[in-house]
């Protein structure tokens, strides 16, 4: 690996004025897990590398029964579901930390930092969209706030403009009656990279028997993240069965444009949409019919 | 240019100079020769490297050794108890949990910090708890064995 | 959950079959073992490869001035620093090696055969420097049509690699070349009449991805070449002598020249057997006067060590109704790798090894393609034909509507029966192997539930022999220090260190093993083909009843009375009056008389033979194709577990490996011959949460070959669960795989395509 | 004399698959097979040796010592050398 110039500061304008001063040869280290391996492997290169985990800011994690979760960009992911309130409120966002890697991975490995990455494989991302999530970005002429379905660009490519900085995401309340569910499929259970993912999230009606909101994300499957929208939409106003679930499947499966590649066949991946949308529906309605995520 | 950095490995506080690029294990290994954590890929996929970093298992191969600034670090030399082995050594040693013993340190670390979080921990909670270490020898039958027998000799010193 | 099966009477034993805790365990667990890596030698440099970035060019150039101009670089070496070798080639007891294949895999010559092919190699003062550098190598290259799938390498018109690659035959050799490096033939009875006379003929093709070994220690060495011009190499490696040879015949000297210290090794499974680094780190210490450490990335043990071949096979079996195996036909092409000697001819042998086959053929090639060399993979060559046989096996048991252990036992192999390849069994223990699985409560457990399916198959490996040296010295304590040149891959200092405690009658903890370097130890092959617990197992037998002759004799001196007078009886040394432990003599002996050290130098006969047996029960994902393995039974015939913790552990990974090749591990290529997944992320070896335990079956029929009767057990347990696992996939999802890996996208592929054929 | 089973590639020249032969070791069978079969040896043998691709099995042992002693019911095989992991 080049050597590169190393600096933690401990203040977000220290950070963004040193990232901007560097531009595009600055790379942001939060939990290193891509970062690191992609330097090692020179499919990045870096002259000064900015760990943020010393700025308070950027490793706030709140949350309030009911309230909207603030997610500091260095927030892991062990911290996330190590937090039983958090898994209680935002499921799939638990889902998903939980399988990123090992436990020697979430241990490091930040939400903030695999949005960042953009990676269309990233597990953390549909859950992120399906929560509508916003991020908070600061940069050397000011704060703007971006929905997270907005973020990523292409693969390894997003909207952050050289010296800006993902400062934090939130998570708005979710409403009564709402679920949740991440899945992906990966040949082993762990440690590997998702074939095709999808987050589902869902608002019941108050007998819980039919849907009244649906979003549907997919990952792996394109450039990007995506939403099936064609299918989220509808799915609004059918009922809780998994006929439906299997309908809402197939729908999604057309907002899928996925490549071969040696973890799966372009065909294989759609085909997976399919299936992992159907899961992740029923687990969503599930889990709002178990009360799990009763948030008010 | 060389980096000073100031932190605590098993218990004493040690300095290093590093480069920004040096990750924390090739620091602990060639640098201060606690050559106990391997390296197996380098890229976070076998856990060999695992260490304990502020009271959480990572992989020391995805860690620079410069955020080690202050951190509180264990590794495998930092296990066992001044001439008594932690349970866990002693019953990887009596199970025969390990063959060529390359990944055994990072399993023993990966598997002391999952009974600190979980002592009584279900076969499918060590199993998903171990998933990022790899072993190529043992088809890890004797390794949860032994990690269950742990917790047993654990739980009955607490008891 | 872990069985012992004793099918005959069980001699008594004191410490064999205990299971004491392994001499360098605490060593192991405590992080204080010293595994190459570890070493640090004064003022060590570090080297490091530029490598193809090509599956198959010419060479046009090296370059090597700007990374010499570098500050902190060292030295360069490219193949012109290698003598330049004809063909001249040497039983290495672990196969044929051609040294000038060796050594131009070493650093490529002429031509770059594969991607991650070595071009030239740096060293420098640190290892970030070295790579940095060894991007500054200038290779200009001539990109040449490539080819990775051996059917392909097979066609007149494939790209040929070597441009006088003439088949190696007892036949006739052809006049041209070809990629065909060689081609056997083994053939028993008369095979028209066999098909003839059977009922139910079945003929299927097979196709096996390459795998590699996987083990967690990369290839590391450190070389340093005195101005005496004497080389110390430390590295990693399953046999110190076989390296020293290695090195000594591409850098032509004599091997008298080189020491080679083996150190702990992070797992090798036939894969650290062959050189890589070390002759370059040893021309690049000569170089620059200072040690020289190399140690490859993960990448690079991928795309450049040696994995084993991926296959294509067609076998043809013929039975009659009452279910006798009457007639076989296998045809068998292994690619090779860049260079010949892909484990053809064992996999040849192995093909029909479980069965008595009155009338049978096999013929085999040998093919070189554009990939990394093959080498050794436990049971090397056996795990594709087996997939092959056994998948065939359970199709004419299910089409003769015969229970599958029970097909089996009516053709397996015993005692006296004649092999295609030709030699007799002598006693072997396959019929107790399946006898002991049908009698397992895995067996006798009825499988239930949709998508679920339960496999058997059967497996077979040689025990090589092969030579072995031990020293044993008599300490002052009574205790013994054990000296061999087994490298100790898996907890062979323990079984050798138990035998010659049975021997001795002491216990096994008053054995002290060492394994040394090649300059302190007599010569002693490959830690590999199961040979170390039973050959070398041998020579510590022999040393044992060495310091029993000459205990016997200080005795006498001692107790100044005649040495017949003396009998030995469980380490009890006894006249009519006096009796002594064999400690307390040692002890009395050591003060007094001249220093006792026993010598065991064998070259083991290898007749003996490993069966095993495993049971596998799984569920599929109807809707990914995904399949869970629910419960595993490996059984194996050890002939007698010295270690059983250690027999089962051998049972247990080898099951686990062979599950890893059957679903998910294979080098994916794409279109330009470069693999695609070089990492341990997507190469997908099992993790523990892909798995259940794994219960063993220990089948003892003693080896009549080893005073202690054991067989070699490391390399058996692979086999059986490819087709095992196919097998139990036909029962979940009636569908017949003939590809390994049955990974997800495949057999969802199927299942898809069964549905709408249905 | 001992019983000598001729590698199927090699029955072009000797015709049949099994051959008895005279000899007190397996260099003088391998002579003796010579001198009835010509073309015989420098297909098994290398600079006077064995060849290093090739191992014996005598009386169903393996072995590469061609000074091994055989009896008249001593069974020959010229297989090829094998290596294990």
């Known amino acids: 690996m080049i050597d590169f110039e190393y600096t933690a500061p401990t203040h977000?304008?220290?950070?963004?004025?040193?990232?901007?001063?560097?531009?595009?040869?600055?790379?942001?280290?939060?939990?290193?897990?891509?970062?690191?391996?992609?330097?090692?492997?020179?499919?990045?290169?870096?002259?000064?590398?900015?760990?943020?985990?010393?700025?308070?800011?950027?490793?706030?994690?709140?949350?309030?029964?009911?309230?909207?979760?603030?997610?500091?960009?260095?927030?892991?992911?062990?911290q996330i579901y190590d937090d039983p309130k958090v898994a209680a409120a935002f499921p799939a966002l638990t889902d998903a930390v939980r399988i990123i890697g090992g436990w020697q991975i979430q241990s490091r490995a930040s939400v903030g930092g695999n949005l960042c990455n953009s990676s269309p494989a990233a597990d953390s991302i549909a859950p992120l969209i399906a929560y509508n999530a916003l991020a908070h970005i600061a940069g050397p002429n000011g704060r703007r706030t971006v929905p997270v379905d907005q973020f990523c660009t292409a693969p390894g490519r997003n909207i952050l403009e050289d010296g800006e900085l993902l400062v934090t995401l939130t998570l708005p309340r979710?409403?009564?009656?709402?679920?949740?569910?991440?899945?992906?499929?990966?040949?082993?259970?762990?440690?590997?990279?998702?074939?095709?993912?999808?987050?589902?999230?869902?608002?019941?009606?108050?007998?819980?028997?039919?849907?009244?909101d649906a979003k549907i994300v997919l990952s792996a499957v394109a450039p990007i993240p995506v939403i099936a929208e064609e299918a989220s939409q509808w799915l609004i106003g059918k009922a809780v069965s998994e006929a439906n679930f299997a309908e809402a499947g197939e729908l999604a499966r057309r907002a899928a444009s996925p490549i071969d590649d040696m973890r799966g066949t372009a065909e294989y991946r759609t085909h997976l949409v399919g299936v992992l949308t159907r899961r992740t529906l029923a687990k969503a309605c599930e889990r709002v019919q178990q009360g799990s995520s009763k948030v008010l | 240019m060389k980096t000073h950095v100031t932190t605590t490995i098993n218990g004493e506080s040690v300095e290093f100079l590093c480069q920004p690029r040096q990750s924390l294990l090739e620091v602990l290994r060639d640098e201060l020769s606690l050559t106990g954590c391997k390296e197996g890929c380098n890229n976070g996929n076998c856990g060999a490297c695992t260490v304990m970093l502020n009271g959480s298992p990572v992989d020391s191969c995805l860690v620079l050794a410069v955020e080690a600034e202050e951190a509180t670090i264990e590794t495998i030399e930092g296990?066992?108890?001044?001439?008594?082995?932690?349970?866990?050594?002693?019953?990887?040693?009596?199970?025969?949990?390990?063959?060529?013993?390359?990944?055994?340190?990072?399993?023993?670390?990966?598997?002391?910090?999952?009974?600190?979080?979980?002592?009584?921990?279900?076969?499918?909670?060590?199993?998903?708890?171990?998933?990022?270490?790899?072993?190529?020898?043992?088809?890890?039958?004797?390794?949860?064995?032994?990690?269950?027998?742990?917790?047993?000799?654990?739980?009955?010193?607490?008891? | 959950m872990s069985t012992d099966t004793t099918t005959e009477t069980p001699k008594e034993y004191k410490v064999i079959g205990t299971r004491p805790i392994r001499h360098d365990g605490a060593d192991k667990v405590t992080g204080k073992a010293v595994y190459t890596s570890d070493l640090h030698v004064p003022n060590m440099a570090f080297g490091a490869f530029i490598r193809s970035p090509h599956a198959h060019a010419r060479i046009i150039s090296v370059d090597t001035s700007d990374a010499e101009n570098m500050p902190g670089v060292l030295a360069t070496c490219t193949s012109a620093d290698l003598p330049s070798l004809w063909d001249k080639g040497d039983n290495l007891g672990e196969g044929y090696v051609n040294y000038a294949h060796l050594s131009g895999n070493i650093l490529a010559r002429g031509k770059?055969?594969?991607?991650g092919h070595a071009i030239a190699a740096v060293a420098a003062t640190s290892t970030h420097l070295a790579e940095e550098a060894a991007k500054r190598i200038k290779v200009e290259y001539e990109p040449l049509l490539a080819t990775t799938w051996v059917v392909d390498a097979m066609q007149k018109n494939a790209p040929l690699l070597h441009d006088k690659l003439i088949t190696h035959t007892l036949d006739d050799e052809p006049a041209k070349p070809s990629n065909i490096a060689e081609h056997v033939r083994f053939e028993k009875g008369n095979i028209e009449e066999g098909f003839a006379a059977a009922d139910v003929v079945i003929e299927r093709e097979f196709k096996t991805s390459t795998i590699h070994q996987g083990y967690i220690e990369s290839h590391v060495s450190v070389a340093l070449w005195n101005e005496d011009g004497r080389l110390k190499i430390w590295t990693a490696t399953q046999g110190s002598f076989a390296t020293r040879q290695q090195v000594a015949a591409v850098l032509e000297m004599p091997v008298s020249?080189?020491?080679?210290?083996?150190?702990?090794?992070?797992?090798?499974?036939?894969?650290?057997?062959?050189?890589?680094?070390?002759?370059?780190?040893?021309?690049?210490?000569?170089?620059?006067?200072?040690?020289?450490?190399?140690?490859?990335?993960?990448?690079?043990?991928?795309?450049?060590?040696?994995?084993?071949?991926?296959?294509?096979?067609?076998?043809?079996?013929?039975?009659?109704?009452?279910?006798?195996?009457?007639?076989?036909?296998?045809?068998?092409?292994?690619?090779?790798?860049?260079?010949?000697?892909?484990?053809?001819?064992?996999?040849?042998?192995?093909?029909?090894?479980?069965?008595?086959?009155?009338?049978?053929?096999?013929?085999?090639?040998?093919?070189?393609?554009?990939?990394?060399?093959?080498?050794?993979?436990?049971?090397?060559?056996?795990?594709?034909?087996?997939?092959?046989?056994?998948?065939?096996?359970?199709?004419?048991?299910?089409?003769?509507?015969?229970?599958?252990?029970?097909?089996?036992?009516?053709?397996?192999?015993?005692?006296?029966?004649?092999?295609?390849?030709?030699?007799?069994?002598?006693?072997?223990?396959?019929?107790?192997?399946?006898?002991?699985?049908?009698?397992?409560?895995?067996?006798?457990?009825?499988?239930?539930?949709?998508?679920?399916?339960?496999?058997?198959?059967?497996?077979?490996?040689?025990?090589?022999?092969?030579?072995?040296?031990?020293?044993?010295?008599?300490?002052a304590d009574g205790t013994v220090t054990l000296i061999e040149g087994s490298t100790d891959i898996g907890g062979t200092r323990t079984s050798l260190a138990m035998q010659l405690a049975e021997t001795l009658g002491i216990n096994a903890e008053d054995v002290i093993p060492q394994v040394v370097d090649t300059d302190s130890v007599g010569f002693t092959d490959v830690t590999g083909g199961s040979r170390v617990t039973f050959a070398t197992g041998l020579a510590t037998y022999e040393a044992g009843l060495d310091i029993q002759r000459q205990l016997v004799k200080q005795a006498a001196k001692l107790w100044e009375c005649d040495?017949?007078?003396?009998?030995?009886?469980?380490?009890?040394?006894?006249?009519?009056?006096?009796?002594?432990?064999?400690?307390?003599?040692?002890?009395?002996?050591?003060?007094?008389?001249?220093?006792?050290?026993?010598?065991?130098?064998?070259?083991?006969?290898?007749?003996?033979?490993?069966?095993?047996?495993?049971?596998?029960?799984?569920?599929?994902?109807?809707?990914?194709?995904?399949?869970?393995?629910?419960?595993?039974?490996?059984?194996?015939?050890?002939?007698?577990?010295?270690?059983?913790?250690?027999?089962?552990?051998?049972?247990?990974?080898?099951?686990?490996?062979?599950?890893?090749?059957?679903?998910?591990?294979?080098?994916?290529?794409?279109?330009?011959?470069?693999?695609?997944?070089?990492?341990?992320?997507?190469?997908?070896?099992?993790?523990?949460?892909?798995?259940?335990?794994?219960?063993?079956?220990?089948?003892?029929?003693?080896?009549?070959?080893?005073?202690?009767?054991?067989?070699?057990?490391?390399?058996?347990?692979?086999v059986p669960p490819p087709p095992a696992i196919a097998s139990a996939m036909h029962q979940a999802t009636g569908i017949r795989f003939y590809e390994l890996p049955m990974s997800p996208p495949k057999v969802w592929k199927a299942m898809m395509t069964k549905n709408t054929e249905d | 004399m001992a019983i000598v089973f001729i590698p199927p590639q090699l029955r072009k020249l000797t015709g049949a698959a099994e051959i008895e032969i005279e000899g007190g070791t397996v260099r003088e069978v391998i002579e003796h097979m010579e001198q009835r079969f010509p073309g015989v040896k420098e297909r098994l043998f290398t600079d006077g040796q064995l060849s290093p691709m090739l191992q014996l099995s005598v009386d169903h042992r393996m072995t590469r010592v061609v000074s091994t002693k055989v009896l008249p019911t001593t069974e020959i095989h010229f297989l090829p050398v094998i290596g294990g992991g």
């Open chain 1, 12 to 78: 977000l304008d220290a950070a963004i004025k040193q990232l901007a001063a560097t531009g595009e040869k600055a790379q942001v280290l939060a939990g290193g897990t891509d970062i690191i391996v992609q330097l090692q492997e020179g499919h990045r290169s870096a002259e000064l590398v900015v760990d943020i985990k010393k700025i308070p800011e950027l490793t706030q994690f709140e949350y309030c029964d009911g309230e909207e979760l603030k997610l500091g960009a260095g927030v892991t992911c062990q």
């Open chain 1, 174 to 212: 979710q409403g009564p009656f709402n679920g949740s569910a991440y899945q992906r499929f990966i040949p082993r259970n762990e440690m590997d990279i998702a074939v095709a993912g999808a987050g589902s999230w869902v608002r019941l009606d108050e007998s819980g028997n039919h849907i009244k």
């Open chain 2, 79 to 159: 296990v066992a108890d001044k001439g008594h082995l932690h349970p866990l050594q002693q019953c990887f040693l009596e199970g025969a949990a390990l063959q060529c013993g390359i990944c055994t340190p990072g399993f023993i670390m990966a598997a002391k910090a999952l009974l600190e979080k979980n002592p009584q921990p279900t076969e499918e909670e060590i199993r998903f708890g171990l998933a990022g270490n790899l072993c190529r020898c043992t088809g890890y039958d004797k390794i949860v064995r032994a990690v269950q027998a742990a917790a047993e000799l654990q739980k009955e010193s607490v008891s």
């Open chain 3, 112 to 115: 770059a055969l594969y991607k």
């Open chain 3, 257 to 475: 020249q080189v020491t080679v210290t083996p150190c702990e090794i992070g797992g090798g499974f036939g894969g650290k057997i062959s050189i890589y680094e070390q002759p370059v780190a040893a021309i690049l210490s000569r170089k620059c006067g200072r040690p020289i450490k190399i140690a490859m990335r993960r990448d690079e043990v991928f795309e450049a060590t040696g994995p084993t071949p991926g296959s294509f096979i067609r076998v043809k079996l013929g039975a009659t109704k009452d279910g006798k195996l009457n007639a076989a036909e296998a045809w068998v092409a292994f690619d090779a790798g860049a260079y010949p000697g892909g484990f053809i001819a064992p996999g040849c042998m192995c093909a029909l090894s479980c069965y008595d086959i009155p009338h049978a053929t096999v013929d085999g090639f040998d093919v070189v393609l554009n990939k990394p060399k093959t080498q050794a993979y436990r049971a090397p060559g056996s795990t594709h034909v087996a997939f092959a046989v056994e998948s065939v096996i359970d199709e004419l048991a299910t089409e003769l509507k015969i229970d599958p252990i029970d097909f089996r036992l009516n053709n397996a192999a015993k005692e006296g029966t004649r092999r295609v390849d030709g030699p007799v069994y002598p006693r072997v223990g396959l019929v107790e192997c399946l006898q002991a699985i049908q009698n397992s409560d895995h067996w006798k457990s009825p499988l239930t539930g949709p998508n679920r399916g339960r496999g058997v198959a059967c497996g077979f490996w040689f025990n090589a022999g092969l030579k072995s040296s031990v020293a044993a010295n008599v300490n």
């Open chain 3, 563 to 718: 040495s017949e007078d003396i009998t030995v009886t469980d380490g009890t040394y006894q006249t009519k009056d006096k009796s002594l432990s064999f400690k307390e003599l040692a002890v009395q002996v050591s003060a007094s008389n001249e220093p006792i050290v026993g010598r065991g130098a064998v070259d083991a006969p290898n007749a003996s033979n490993a069966f095993g047996a495993h049971i596998v029960d799984l569920e599929v994902d109807p809707d990914t194709g995904k399949v869970t393995i629910l419960r595993y039974t490996a059984c194996q015939d050890a002939g007698k577990a010295i270690h059983p913790s250690y027999v089962e552990g051998q049972m247990q990974g080898g099951a686990v490996q062979g599950i890893g090749w059957a679903l998910n591990e294979e080098y994916f290529y794409d279109d330009h011959g470069h693999m695609r997944n070089a990492s341990f992320l997507d190469y997908r070896m099992p993790t523990c949460y892909d798995l259940p335990m794994i219960d063993t079956i220990i089948v003892e029929v003693a080896n009549p070959d080893h005073p202690y009767g054991v067989r070699g057990v490391g390399e058996v347990p692979i």
